[in-house]
């Protein structure tokens, strides 16, 4: 009998790495409500934390 595939693999929204091999998982709760890893995040202080494809959309010039 197979194992089960999971219905949700947890990739990365940005990078698609797989939170199976990642520590950390983080959701951009006030915008897209994309998960994504630690490098594909930034911390937006009070706000929490935000994906980076959101963030370069609103910051153009950011890396
Ligand atoms: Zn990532
Ligand atoms: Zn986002």
Redesign the pocket.
Known sequence: MPSPVPRDPGL??????DFRL?SRRYSCSRLCQGK??????VGMGKHGRCC?ICYQQKHPQAT
């Not at 990365?12 to 790495?17: E, G, L």
């Not at 994504?36 to 995040?41: A, E, F, I, M």
């Open positions: 990365c929204a940005r990078c698609h790495k990642l994504v890893c630690h490098t594909c995040s980076l």
